[in-house]
Structure formats: C-alpha cells, structure tokens
C-alpha cells in the first residue's frame, strides 16, 4: 500500500489504531501508544549514514544529517551531529572545512545546560 511507505501516513494510521483500541475498551486500565519512529528510526539512521560514509559520500551524510532535523527531537538532533562528528574527524581525507561549518551548525542545536 501506498500510506505504508509515506511516514506521515504510517503515524496516522499508528494513531488511529490506539485511539481506537482506547474507545473501544470498556475498563479503566492504560494503553500506550508507541509510534514506529521510537522502534528503530534511529537504528535505520546511523546505518544509513554508516553506509554514506563507507562509500566516501561525506558530504551526502552531513546533508542526511540535517534533514534529520524535522524528524528528531532538538536533543536527539544534537546526539546525531555529535555522533557524525566524531566519525568524520576520524577519517583523514576528510575536508577539515567542511567538519567545522558541520560542527558550528550542530553546535547551534546544543542543549542548554540545567
């Protein structure tokens, strides 16, 4: 189906399912609704940046990085820029340039300090 492939679409239908599973129970005890983005969409990230980087793709992985910025939590984005960070500066070839414009846009998504 078409709606299984668009992620707006699975959410919807994700929280339809619990909202009707919620009206139709008759007794007073708790359901949790958990979205398919919490089950793995992180896993599924950092492999897919994994792959970018092993084939020498840098600049495409920064690029997936961001995108990542209207599907992740403000926190969780800030994780994920400091994660490719770390493996980008571990890659010699790698333009230093390039890793500082990254570091000084991920280091904008910091969280503030309690």
């Known amino acids: 189906m078409a709606e299984d492939s668009d992620f707006i679409m699975r959410q919807i239908k994700s929280f339809a399912e619990g909202f009707g599973y919620m009206v139709g129970k008759k007794d007073g005890e708790k359901?949790?609704?958990v979205f398919e983005q919490q089950q793995g969409q992180g896993d599924k990230i950092h492999r897919d940046i994994t792959e970018l980087l092993m084939h020498q793709k840098y600049e495409q992985a920064i690029q997936y990085v961001y995108a990542q910025?209207?599907?992740?939590?403000?926190?969780?984005?800030?994780?994920?820029?400091?994660?490719?960070?770390?493996?980008?500066?571990?890659?010699?070839?790698?333009?230093q340039a390039m890793i500082e414009e990254f570091r000084n846009n991920i280091d904008k998504h910091r969280p503030p300090l309690s």
């Open 31 to 33: 359901t949790e609704v």
């Open 69 to 95: 910025k209207f599907t992740l939590e403000e926190g969780q984005y800030f994780v994920l820029g400091q994660w490719l960070l770390r493996k980008l500066t571990d890659i010699p070839e790698v333009d």
